[in-house]
């Protein structure tokens, strides 16, 4: 995988892999199961959205990879004192995380490999 290699996305990159590490610190304080973490793929079902086009897929990716979805599951966990979901956004914050630190970047509508933080994929530069 090739991914631009100036500033801001090295800046965007090491954030992913602190929201990475902040997740899997604040699922350790919880009182769940590490098998729940194993869903940390779930989210990349918005890939699915690319049967629709480049368009669509770009929007239901980037909805799955946003940090609102978790945020709001975050909040209502804390609020509603449910611990499952504030699991379950963690696994999420752990998975944009873990996209970002490896370069996977928001999708732009022009294609799958076109991203916020770069082209991806192999032969791309």
Do not use: C
Request: aromatic share 14%.
């Amino acid at each position: 995988m090739s991914v631009r290699r100036d500033l801001p996305v090295l800046f965007l990159r090491v954030e992913g892999a602190v929201l990475l590490a902040l997740a899997i610190f604040l699922y350790s304080r919880l009182d769940v199961s590490w098998w729940w973490f194993l869903l940390v793929l779930v989210p990349d079902v918005g890939m699915a959205g690319y049967v629709g086009g480049s368009t669509v897929g770009a929007w239901v990716y980037n909805g799955f990879h946003t940090y609102l979805p978790p945020g709001v599951l975050a909040v209502a966990g804390v609020l509603g004192g449910s611990t499952p979901m504030k699991a379950a956004a963690l696994i999420w914050f752990a998975h944009i995380g873990m996209d970002r630190m490896f370069g996977y970047g928001l999708k732009h509508t022009t294609g799958f490999h076109d991203t916020h933080l770069g082209r991806i994929g192999r032969g791309q530069g």
